[in-house]
C-alpha cells in the first residue's frame, strides 16, 4: 500500500446517526424477551461512518447529509467536526428527529433495527448545493441508508465531471443497471448479493462486474473477480469485538488505496486491515484506524 503526496478530496453522501447497542448474553427470538447486560451508545451511520474513515485516513471530505433539530443532530455535527470532517453541507431539518440505530449484539453477532428519521429528507437539492465540490474532488461515495433518488442524482452528477464513485450497497436493495454500470465499484454482503443484482449466482456476477463488485462476509473476507481468476482475501482477529461498521471501514480504507492509486489488489488489502482494526472495539467510528497507524 503507497500513499501518494496528494490528499485526496472526497465527497460522502449519506445517512448518520445514534447508536443505541444493547448487549445480551443471546440474541432473543420471535416474542421473547432477553435482559441487557449492558447498553452503550455510540456515534453511527453508514455515511457519516464513512467520513470519518476515509478523514481519519488523511482525506480532505465533505459530508453532506441530514440530521434533526435536536441534541442528537448537534452531538452528530460536533462529532463530525471534531473529526476534521467538513459538516458545511449537513442539513438540519424540524420534520424529524435525528436518525438513530437500536443494535442488540451477541457473541460478535448483531440484529438492527435502523430508524431514518431526519436522514429521510435529504434530497437532490442539497446535492446541488454542493455542486462546485462535486468538480473538484476526487471520489463521491455513497451508500442506501438515504433515498434512492439521491444516491442516482448523486452518482450521475458525480460521473458528469467524471468522477470516481464508490457504492457500499447495504442495507440490500435492488440498484439500478444503470446505476450498477456507472459506479466505479461496488461493496456488498455475500447475504445480499440476490437482492442487489437479481436471481444471477455470485459467479456470475463477479465475472460480469470484474475487479469492481467486491463481496464481504462476517469473517472479514472479501472476494471478487480480476478478469483471470477469482482472488479471495481473507483478514480476521481473535480479538473481534463489535461487526458493526466493518462494511463501512472496508470501504474507507478501499477508497483510499484507489485514490492513492494502489491496484485492485491492495485496495482490497488494505480495505480489509482497516476493517479488521475498526473490529477491536465497540462502535462503529471508535475502532477506525487513521493514517498514523500505518508504516509510509
Not at 475498526?278 to 462503529?284: A, D, L, N, R
Request: aromatic residues 10%; proline residues 3%.
Amino acid at each position: 500500500m503507497n500513499f501518494s503526496s496528494d490528499q485526496p478530496k472526497i465527497i460522502v453522501v449519506g445517512s448518520s446517526s445514534i447508536d443505541l447497542v444493547l448487549e445480551t448474553d443471546k440474541l432473543p427470538l420471535p416474542n421473547e424477551t432477553v435482559l441487557a447486560v449492558n447498553s452503550e451508545s455510540y456515534f453511527g451511520g453508514k455515511g457519516a461512518n464513512q467520513a470519518v474513515g476515509t478523514a481519519r485516513l488523511g482525506a480532505s471530505v465533505y459530508f453532506i447529509g441530514c440530521v434533526g433539530m435536536d441534541p442528537l443532530g448537534q452531538q452528530i455535527m460536533r462529532n463530525l467536526v471534531s473529526e476534521s470532517v467538513n459538516v458545511g453541507f449537513v442539513h438540519e431539518t424540524d420534520r424529524e428527529s435525528t436518525g438513530t440505530a437500536y443494535v442488540t449484539t451477541s457473541g460478535g453477532n448483531a440484529a438492527i433495527v435502523v430508524v431514518p428519521a431526519a436522514n429521510k429528507y435529504l434530497n437532490t437539492s442539497h446535492i446541488d448545493e454542493a455542486d462546485r465540490y462535486f468538480h473538484t474532488s476526487d471520489l463521491v461515495l455513497v451508500q442506501l441508508e438515504v433515498s434512492m433518488e439521491v444516491v442516482e442524482y448523486t452518482v450521475k452528477k458525480a460521473k458528469k465531471y467524471g468522477k470516481k464513485v464508490g457504492l457500499y450497497a447495504s442495507p440490500a436493495m435492488r440498484v439500478s443497471d444503470e446505476i450498477l454500470e456507472a459506479v466505479d465499484f461496488i461493496v456488498t454482503k455475500s447475504s445480499e448479493l440476490y437482492i442487489i443484482f437479481g436471481e444471477e449466482q455470485r459467479e456470475e456476477v463477479l465475472k460480469k462486474y470484474f475487479n469492481k463488485v467486491f463481496v464481504r462476509d462476517d469473517s472479514n473476507s472479501t472476494i471478487y473477480f480480476d478478469g483471470t481468476e477469482m482472488k479471495y482475501y481473507r483478514n480476521d482477529k481473535d480479538t473481534t469485538v463489535y461487526k458493526m461498521g466493518m462494511g463501512d471501514a472496508f470501504t474507507s480504507g478501499f477508497a483510499i488505496a484507489l485514490c492513492h492509486g494502489n491496484s485492485i489488489e491492495e485496495c482490497v488489502k488494505f480495505g480489509n486491515e482497516v476493517s479488521s482494526r475498526v473490529s477491536g472495539g465497540k462502535g462503529s467510528q471508535t475502532g477506525l484506524p487513521r493514517r498514523s497507524d500505518f508504516k509510509p
